[in-house]
C-alpha cells in the first residue's frame, strides 16, 4: 500500500515574536518546524506501512528550505519525498495550493500509483484546515476529516475503517481506498526516531519539481493569480478603554480585588449557592 | 461568470437529528446585518433528514428565506452527499455571502464547497462585514503569530465564503412574528451509489469541563511557568468553584488538556468572571474571552496587551500576589458561607 503524505514547513508560533511598537512579525525569531499535525500523519503512515507493506512518500510545496521539513519526515520513516518548489506557486491561497498539490500528486499516482493520502488537521501557521478536503475534492477521492484512529485497513477488497472525531464523540465511518485523511495529534505518538533514520535524514535529498516538471498544469490557478482570497488590511486589535489598574502593595492590591469580587455579588452567590 | 448575478447572504444550518445548532442562529444574527446591509435576503440552508419541520424557526431568528433538502441519505454529515447538495443550491441560487459554523462539519463542508465551486474561503473569521462602495465582504481573523488582526477579501470569486466559530456571534432573540418562505429542492442521490458509509456514531461521556457553559473561569498563562504554579491556579479556581483555563503554550507545555484551552483554538467563552494570571494577551487568546463579563488579569509586565481588554488589572507576580488571594478569599467566603449556605 503506497501512502502519500502531504507535509508542510511552518514557523513556530510558539516562538514568534510580535514587535508591540510596529506590529510586525519579528520573523527571525520563529525557526521553521515540520507541522506538528503533519508529524503525526507520517508516523501514522509509517505505522500502516510495517502493517500493510508498501511505501511512504512525503510531498511538500514550499522554499527550497522546506527541504529540512522532509528530512524530518524522514527521521520519522518516510520512504522518499518530493518538494515542488517554484516562484510560480508564490503567494498561494489554499486553493491555490490544493491546486499545485493535487497536480503533483496526479503524477505520483501515475508514476507508482497512491492508495492513500494523508494531511495533517491543519496547519499551525494559518490553521484553515482547507487543503486537505480541496486536494481530496480535486483527485475525486472521499476526504474523511478529523480523524483519530485508523481501526483497520482490509487491502483485498480495498476498504479502510476510521474513526473521524465530531463534537459529542466520534464517527466510525468506512470508505473505499484510496481516500485522504486529514488526522488530530491524538490519533498517535511520534515516536523517536530509530538511530539508521537519523543518519539517512541528515543526508537526504527530496526529489525537486519545478512547474515544469508536473503536467497539464493550468498557470492561471498556481500561485497568487490562481488565489481568490487576498489579504486586504491589517491592524493592532481595537483596545478596550483599558484596565482600571490596581495599584499598591500587595495587600492592598488583594483587598481591593476582594472589593470587586464583593461588589459583583452574584459571584459569591454563583459559590455559595448550587455550587455545581 | 458574472459577479452581479449573485445576490443573498447564505447560513449553513447545521443539525444533528433535527435538532439545530446555535452557531447557526447567531449566524443568522450576524447575517442579517449583512443583508441589511447589502439590501437583500437573507437565506438559511438546512439539510438533513425530516428537517423540514425546523425550517420555520429560522424566520424568527432572522431568515427570509430556507432552502431545504430532506433526504433520508442526509440523515447524518457526510462530505460527499453534503458538499453535492450544496454545490447545487450555490449553482442554481447563486448567493453572493456564504457564512458556515466552524464546527467538525462545518469546517469540512466549507473546504469542500469551496474547491467544488471554486472560490474563496476564510477561515475561523471574528468580524464580519460590508465595504458597500466596493460591495465587498470583509472577512477578518487573528492572522499569524500575534496582535494583529487582518482583513481578507474575494474579489472576484463568489460566493464569498467564511466560517466563524461557536459563541464568537451573539444569537438573536426570537422574534416569532417573522415570516418567510420555504423553497425545497431535491438531493438525487441514493445510498447504494455513496463511497463512505458511516457504521456507527459513538457519544462519548460528557465531557470534563465544558468552559462555556462556567459561570467563573480562571485562566492559567505561561506566566505561571510550571506544575507548582498550576496547582496554584488551581487552588484559586477550586476556592472560587471556579473552572480551569488555559492559553496555548500552558496546554502545549502538557499542563493541562486541550479541552481547557481558551482561544481561537479552544473554546470561546462568556463567563460572568474571568482571572487571566499570566497570559501576555495575544489576540488569538482574547478572541476567545473577550466578551467575558467582568474580566481580572494578573501580569507582573505593565504592558502586556492583556490589559487592553481586561476590565481590572494588576501589575504583580503571580507567585507573590495569586496564594494571598486564595487565602483572603477563603476567609471571606468561609463568612460568606454562614450567610447563604445556611
Ligand atoms: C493559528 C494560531 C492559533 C492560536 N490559538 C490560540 C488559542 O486558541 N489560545 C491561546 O491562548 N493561544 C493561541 N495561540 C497562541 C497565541 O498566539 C499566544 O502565543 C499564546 O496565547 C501565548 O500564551 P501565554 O500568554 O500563556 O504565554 P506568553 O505569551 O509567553 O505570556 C506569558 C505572560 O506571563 C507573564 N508573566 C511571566 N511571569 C510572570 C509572573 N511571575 N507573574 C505574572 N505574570 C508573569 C509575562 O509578562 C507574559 O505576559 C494561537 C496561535 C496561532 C498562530
Ligand atoms: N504547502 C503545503 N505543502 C504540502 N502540504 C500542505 C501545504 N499546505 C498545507 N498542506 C497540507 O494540508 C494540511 C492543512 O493545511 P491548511 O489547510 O493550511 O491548514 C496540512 O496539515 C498539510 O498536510
Same mark, same amino acid.
Given at each position: 500500500?503506497?501512502?502519500?503524505?502531504?507535509?508542510?514547513?511552518?514557523?513556530?508560533?510558539?516562538?514568534?515574536?510580535?514587535?508591540?511598537?510596529?506590529?510586525?512579525?519579528?520573523?527571525?525569531?520563529?525557526?521553521?518546524?515540520?507541522?506538528?499535525?503533519?508529524?503525526?500523519?507520517?508516523?501514522? &503512515?509509517?505505522?500502516?506501512?510495517?502493517?500493510?507493506?508498501?511505501?511512504?512518500?512525503?510531498?511538500?510545496?514550499?522554499?527550497?528550505?522546506?527541504?529540512?521539513?522532509? /528530512?524530518?519526515?524522514?527521521?520519522?520513516?518516510?520512504?522518499?519525498?518530493?518538494?515542488?518548489?517554484?516562484?510560480?506557486?508564490?503567494?498561494?491561497?489554499?486553493? &491555490?495550493?490544493?491546486?499545485?498539490?493535487?497536480?503533483?500528486?496526479?503524477?505520483?499516482?501515475?508514476?507508482?500509483?497512491?492508495?492513500?493520502?494523508?494531511?495533517?488537521?491543519?496547519?499551525?501557521?494559518?490553521?484553515?484546515?482547507?487543503?486537505?478536503?480541496?486536494?481530496?475534492?480535486?483527485?475525486?477521492?472521499?476526504?474523511?476529516?478529523?480523524?483519530?484512529?485508523?481501526?483497520?485497513?482490509?487491502?483485498?477488497?480495498?476498504?479502510?475503517?476510521?474513526?473521524?472525531?465530531?463534537?459529542?464523540?466520534?464517527?466510525?465511518?468506512?470508505?473505499?481506498?484510496?481516500?485522504?485523511?486529514?488526522?488530530?495529534?491524538?490519533?498517535?505518538?511520534?515516536?523517536?526516531?530509530?538511530?539508521?533514520?537519523?543518519?539517512?535524514?541528515? /543526508?537526504?535529498?527530496?526529489?525537486?519539481?519545478?512547474?515544469?516538471?508536473?503536467?497539464?498544469?493550468?498557470?492561471?490557478?498556481?500561485?497568487?493569480?490562481?488565489?481568490?482570497?487576498?489579504?486586504?488590511?491589517?491592524?493592532?486589535?481595537?483596545?478596550?478603554?483599558?484596565?482600571?489598574?490596581?495599584?499598591?502593595?500587595?495587600?492592598?492590591?488583594?483587598?481591593?480585588?476582594?472589593?470587586?469580587?464583593?461588589?459583583?455579588?452574584?459571584?459569591?452567590?454563583?459559590?455559595?449557592?448550587?455550587?455545581? | 461568470?458574472?459577479?452581479?448575478?449573485? =445576490?443573498?447572504?447564505?447560513?449553513?444550518?447545521?443539525?444533528?437529528?433535527?435538532?439545530?445548532?446555535?452557531?447557526?442562529?447567531?449566524? +443568522?444574527?450576524?447575517?442579517?446585518? +449583512?443583508?441589511?446591509?447589502?439590501?437583500?435576503?437573507?437565506?438559511?440552508?438546512?439539510?438533513?433528514?425530516?428537517?423540514?419541520?425546523?425550517?420555520?424557526?429560522?424566520?424568527?431568528?432572522?431568515?427570509? %428565506?430556507?432552502?431545504?433538502?430532506?433526504?433520508?441519505?442526509?440523515?447524518?454529515?457526510?462530505?460527499?452527499?453534503?458538499?453535492?447538495?450544496?454545490?447545487?443550491?450555490?449553482?442554481?441560487?447563486?448567493?453572493?455571502? *456564504?457564512?458556515?459554523? #466552524?464546527?467538525?462539519?462545518?469546517?469540512?463542508?466549507?473546504?469542500?464547497?469551496?474547491?467544488?465551486?471554486?472560490?474563496?474561503?476564510?477561515?475561523?473569521?471574528?468580524?464580519?462585514? %460590508?465595504?458597500?462602495?466596493?460591495?465587498? *465582504?470583509? #472577512?477578518?481573523?487573528?492572522?499569524?503569530?500575534?496582535?494583529?488582526?487582518?482583513?481578507?477579501?474575494?474579489?472576484?470569486?463568489?460566493?464569498?465564503?467564511?466560517?466563524?466559530?461557536?459563541?464568537?456571534?451573539?444569537?438573536?432573540?426570537?422574534? *416569532?412574528?417573522?415570516?418567510?418562505?420555504?423553497?425545497?429542492?431535491?438531493?438525487?442521490?441514493?445510498?447504494?451509489?455513496?463511497?463512505?458509509?458511516? %457504521?456507527?456514531?459513538?457519544?462519548? #461521556?460528557?465531557?470534563?469541563?465544558?468552559?462555556?457553559?462556567?459561570?467563573?473561569?480562571?485562566?492559567?498563562?505561561?506566566?505561571?511557568?510550571?506544575?507548582?504554579?498550576?496547582?496554584?491556579?488551581?487552588?484559586?479556581?477550586?476556592?472560587?468553584?471556579?473552572?480551569?483555563?488555559?492559553?496555548?503554550?500552558?496546554?502545549?507545555?502538557? +499542563?493541562?488538556?486541550?479541552?481547557?484551552?481558551?482561544?481561537?483554538?479552544?473554546?470561546?467563552?462568556?463567563?460572568?468572571?474571568?482571572?487571566?494570571?499570566?497570559?501576555?494577551?495575544?489576540?488569538?487568546?482574547?478572541?476567545?474571552?473577550?466578551?467575558?463579563?467582568?474580566?481580572?488579569?494578573?501580569?507582573?509586565?505593565?504592558?502586556?496587551?492583556?490589559?487592553?481588554?481586561?476590565?481590572?488589572? %494588576?501589575?504583580?507576580?503571580? *507567585?507573590?500576589?495569586?496564594?494571598?488571594?486564595?487565602?483572603?478569599?477563603? =476567609? #471571606? +467566603?468561609?463568612?460568606?458561607?454562614?450567610?447563604?449556605?445556611?
Amino acid at each position: 500500500m503506497n501512502i502519500l503524505v502531504s507535509i508542510k514547513q511552518v514557523p513556530d508560533t510558539k516562538v514568534i515574536k510580535v514587535n508591540p511598537k510596529t506590529n510586525t512579525l519579528d520573523r527571525s525569531s520563529a525557526p521553521a518546524i515540520l507541522n506538528p499535525y503533519d508529524a503525526h500523519a507520517v508516523q501514522e &503512515a509509517v505505522r500502516l506501512k510495517q502493517k500493510h507493506g508498501g511505501k511512504v512518500i512525503v510531498l511538500s510545496m514550499g522554499p527550497p528550505q522546506a527541504a529540512n521539513a522532509i /528530512r524530518k519526515c524522514v527521521e520519522i520513516g518516510a520512504d522518499e519525498g518530493y518538494l515542488i518548489s517554484d516562484k510560480k506557486f508564490a503567494g498561494a491561497d489554499t486553493l &491555490a495550493t490544493s491546486y499545485a498539490l493535487y497536480k503533483a500528486i496526479e503524477k505520483l499516482e501515475k508514476e507508482q500509483g497512491i492508495d492513500l493520502v494523508l494531511c495533517g488537521k491543519h496547519a499551525i501557521d494559518g490553521d484553515t484546515g482547507q487543503v486537505g478536503p480541496g486536494i481530496a475534492r480535486r483527485m475525486g477521492m472521499p476526504p474523511l476529516t478529523n480523524v483519530i484512529n485508523v481501526e483497520s485497513v482490509d487491502t483485498d477488497n480495498k476498504l479502510i475503517r476510521v474513526h473521524r472525531k465530531i463534537e459529542e464523540g466520534h464517527e466510525v465511518i468506512e470508505s473505499p481506498l484510496p481516500c485522504l485523511l486529514t488526522v488530530e495529534k491524538t490519533i498517535n505518538e511520534v515516536e523517536y526516531a530509530p538511530l539508521p533514520n537519523m543518519l539517512r535524514a541528515a /543526508r537526504y535529498e527530496p526529489y525537486v519539481w519545478s512547474v515544469d516538471d508536473l503536467e497539464d498544469v493550468d498557470i492561471k490557478q498556481l500561485g497568487l493569480k490562481g488565489s481568490p482570497t487576498i489579504v486586504g488590511t491589517m491592524w493592532p486589535p481595537e483596545k478596550s478603554s483599558g484596565a482600571e489598574m490596581i495599584e499598591g502593595s500587595t495587600d492592598e492590591q488583594v483587598s481591593r480585588l476582594l472589593e470587586v469580587m464583593n461588589d459583583t455579588q452574584e459571584l459569591l452567590a454563583v459559590k455559595g449557592g448550587d455550587g455545581a | 461568470m458574472s459577479i452581479e448575478e449573485y =445576490k443573498d447572504v447564505w447560513v449553513f444550518i447545521e443539525q444533528r437529528e433535527g435538532e439545530i445548532f446555535d452557531v447557526g442562529l447567531e449566524l +443568522l444574527g450576524a447575517g442579517r446585518e +449583512l443583508a441589511d446591509k447589502l439590501e437583500v435576503n437573507l437565506c438559511g440552508v438546512l439539510l438533513g433528514n425530516n428537517v423540514k419541520n425546523s425550517a420555520e424557526d429560522l424566520y424568527a431568528y432572522g431568515a427570509d %428565506i430556507v432552502y431545504v433538502i430532506d433526504d433520508p441519505v442526509l440523515e447524518n454529515y457526510r462530505t460527499e452527499t453534503y458538499m453535492k447538495a450544496v454545490g447545487d443550491l450555490v449553482r442554481k441560487y447563486k448567493p453572493e455571502i *456564504f457564512i458556515y459554523g #466552524a464546527t467538525s462539519n462545518g469546517k469540512d463542508l466549507a473546504s469542500a464547497v469551496a474547491t467544488e465551486v471554486m472560490t474563496g474561503l476564510t477561515a475561523d473569521t471574528t468580524m464580519l462585514d %460590508i465595504n458597500l462602495e466596493k460591495r465587498l *465582504f470583509e #472577512a477578518s481573523r487573528p492572522a499569524f503569530g500575534g496582535n494583529i488582526m487582518a482583513t481578507i477579501l474575494c474579489k472576484k470569486h463568489r460566493p464569498q465564503m467564511a466560517t466563524v466559530r461557536p459563541k464568537v456571534m451573539k444569537k438573536p432573540e426570537a422574534d *416569532f412574528s417573522r415570516t418567510g418562505k420555504i423553497i425545497e429542492e431535491g438531493l438525487g442521490l441514493k445510498e447504494e451509489d455513496l463511497q463512505t458509509k458511516i %457504521i456507527d456514531i459513538v457519544k462519548s #461521556a460528557k465531557k470534563s469541563v465544558n468552559l462555556e457553559e462556567s459561570d467563573i473561569i480562571v485562566t492559567a498563562g505561561k506566566g505561571i511557568k510550571d506544575e507548582k504554579g498550576m496547582a496554584m491556579v488551581k487552588e484559586l479556581a477550586d476556592t472560587l468553584n471556579a473552572d480551569l483555563g488555559a492559553s496555548r503554550d500552558v496546554v502545549e507545555a502538557g +499542563l493541562i488538556g486541550h479541552a481547557h484551552q481558551v482561544g481561537q483554538t479552544g473554546v470561546t467563552v462568556t463567563p460572568k468572571l474571568y482571572i487571566v494570571i499570566g497570559v501576555s494577551g495575544a489576540v488569538q487568546h482574547t478572541v476567545g474571552m473577550q466578551n467575558s463579563d467582568v474580566i481580572i488579569a494578573i501580569n507582573n509586565d505593565p504592558e502586556a496587551a492583556i490589559f487592553n481588554v481586561a476590565h481590572y488589572g %494588576i501589575v504583580a507576580d503571580a *507567585f507573590e500576589i495569586v496564594p494571598k488571594l486564595t487565602a483572603e478569599l477563603k =476567609k #471571606a +467566603l468561609d463568612k460568606e458561607g454562614v450567610t447563604t449556605n445556611g
